[in-house]
């Protein structure tokens, strides 16, 4: 139950203040724009808004705004599966073809590996079909064509590579499942008994009291962010929420209305690290963490459960660079009285385009196990990154060699040289985690 006193209480007493400033410090930044809530055992710490719902309307957003969650809708789909799996009707163990039968290799994949993204199948999202289709309502079978045929990357359980399509199929199962679309399923199954009263699935139709428009930073400002329908989405991005959705639904968790305590750990444990079933396994300062992340044009998003201290950050925004995983990182250690790095500007200077150019290519990054491929253009004297299924970014210098831009997140990135004095990758810092994407 949400306890406004409590808030208000803390607001005045110092550590309420203390998260609502460091919030506030990553919106004047225009580094965030959103809702923060924050608690710990019975009490809710912050529950706030930061910036704006809709810049042309001139309204902020609050607690009670409503946004896209992104890939923070894969935990909700792995949790309904489960559900099937306590009542004795699935099993981990069954495998696609008892869904769709003619599905390829689906008598090798199982649910396990959908679950656990270890299936091989690759990530439909990164394909060229995907920006086409994107903005149109999608058939179940039909966004499942996008990906059907295409070759595994690996044989199912050999590794780990984080994959939309994984969830997608196990939408697909739901459906199977329940006779219902996606959506129905997930509102009986998870949101009804947890009381997310405003949480949902279809975006773009009905009117939904206090929603929030997407935006992006272009580098030269503020504009809307490009519309990718619901449908597109499915079980891997499809839902919307509020902070206080996600609070009930944090409580739900705790209080097993939504699965068994031991299926919760199970799904907490039985996967590859980094990940279990539906949710991103984390250590943040020290302390286990268990939630997940979600971003999508315009959109992101952080749930994380400190699970062993009884502490929640839940953080929306409605910013497609937002530093959501900065933000849970210092709101959590003011929460454990630990210190951390407040947000500063970021200063650019001016290359000649000329000069720009020697960082064209393609540049080979792989995270969470999957692959995509950065490419840099000079494109109107600005060099551009491109990334599959993301908005095109422009990249400002901070030195002759080291670059920010704005994209799923922020990203930091140094060109690095061979003897020879070629490029031969970047240094990726990509919302903290750092990785080399190599020249292809």
């Given at each position: ?13 110092g550590l309420g203040s203390e ?35 809709n810049h042309e309307h001139g ?161 030269n400002g503020i504009i809307n ?216």
């Amino acid at each position: 139950m949400i306890k406004p006193q409590v808030f208000s209480h803390f607001l005045k007493t110092g550590l309420g203040s203390e998260l609502d400033a460091i919030v506030k410090a990553y919106a004047d930044l225009n580094r965030f724009s959103g809702a923060v809530l924050v608690r710990r055992g019975d009490d809710i710490l912050l529950r706030k808004g930061y910036g704006m719902a809709n810049h042309e309307h001139g309204v902020a957003n609050t607690p009670a705004t409503v946004f896209r969650i992104g890939s923070m809708t894969k935990p909700f789909t792995a949790l309904a599966i489960m559900q099937w799996v306590e009542r004795g009707v699935l099993a981990v163990e069954d495998t696609v073809s008892r869904f769709v039968p003619d599905y390829p290799n689906g008598e090798r994949i199982t649910l396990h590996h959908l679950l656990s993204n270890t299936s091989g199948i690759p990530d439909y999202i990164l394909m060229p079909s995907f920006p086409t289709v994107a903005k149109r309502r999608l058939k179940t079978d039909e966004l499942i064509a996008l990906f059907r045929d295409a070759p595994l990357l690996f044989e199912p359980g050999e590794r780990f590579a984080y994959s939309n399509s994984n969830w997608v199929l196990l939408g697909k199962v739901l459906e199977q499942m329940t006779g219902k679309p996606y959506g129905e399923a997930i509102r009986e199954q998870i949101f009804e008994p947890a009381g997310m009263a405003t949480a949902g699935y279809t975006w773009e139709t009905p009117l939904i009291p206090h929603r929030a428009q997407g935006y992006v930073d272009s580098g030269n400002g503020i504009i809307n962010a490009e519309f990718i329908d619901e449908t597109a989405l499915h079980g891997a991005g499809g839902l919307y929420a509020t902070v206080d959705d996600l609070l009930r639904f944090d409580r739900a968790l705790a209080a097993g209305k939504i699965v068994r305590s031991d299926t919760l750990e199970r799904m907490a444990a039985n996967g590859t690290a980094p990940y279990g079933y539906g949710w991103e396994l984390e250590s943040i300062h020290g302390r286990r963490v268990v939630g997940h992340s979600g971003g999508m044009p315009g959109y992101m998003s952080n749930f994380a459960r400190f699970v062993d201290d009884d502490v929640t950050v839940i953080v929306l925004s409605n910013l497609g660079s937002a530093e959501v995983k900065a933000l849970t990182e210092a709101l959590g250690a003011i929460v454990f009285g630990l210190p951390y790095e407040k947000p500063s500007a970021r200063r650019f200077i001016e290359i000649d385009p000329a000069q720009l150019k020697q960082y064209e290519g393609d540049y080979s990054l792989t995270y969470f196990g999957r692959t995509s491929v950065l490419s840099f253009r000079v494109e109107n004297g600005q060099l551009m990154m491109h990334v599959p299924g993301l908005p095109s970014s422009i990249v400002r210098a901070m030195s002759e060699t080291t670059f920010f831009a704005r994209s799923k997140g922020e990203v930091e990135m140094t060109f690095l040289r061979d003897q020879n004095g070629d490029i031969k990758g970047i240094d990726v810092n990509w919302s903290g985690h750092r990785q080399f994407a190599p020249r292809i």
